[in-house]
């Protein structure tokens, strides 16, 4: 992979994170269930990539960087409680 290439895909995972943090309505549970991955998702594959690469970053960090705030503030701010079509939602995403 080119440096050019590294650079476009690091603008874009720049932009996707300032999308979700623009977007806090768009709650995790609807972007496992339409997506199957959210902002948790994107943290443990940042804390996965970073120790790839022989670097130390913890969840807390990763979720600092992903939500723009600890993931506790984030969802006493915004995350709603999953309504029983939500939860229906997701299990059968996951059997599926």
Same mark, same amino acid.
């Given at each position: 992979m080119s440096s050019?290439?590294?650079?476009?895909?690091?603008?874009? %995972?720049?932009? #996707? @994170?300032? !999308? #979700?943090?623009? !977007?806090?309505? /768009?709650?995790? @549970?609807?972007?496992? @269930? #339409? /997506?199957? %991955?959210?902002?948790?998702? #994107?943290?443990?594959?940042?804390? /996965?990539?970073? /120790?790839?690469?022989?670097e130390d970053v913890d969840l807390e960090a990763a979720h600092q960087r992903v939500y723009g705030m600890s993931y506790g503030e984030w969802k006493a701010n915004h995350q709603l409680p999953a309504t029983p079509e939500q939860l229906a939602a997701f299990q059968a995403r996951k059997k599926a």
């Open positions: 050019q290439e590294t650079e476009i895909e690091a603008a874009v %995972f720049r932009k #996707l @994170i300032a !999308h #979700l943090q623009a !977007h806090p309505e /768009a709650q995790n @549970i609807d972007l496992m @269930i #339409l /997506a199957d %991955f959210c902002r948790n998702c #994107l943290s443990k594959w940042y804390v /996965a990539e970073a /120790a790839e690469r022989g």
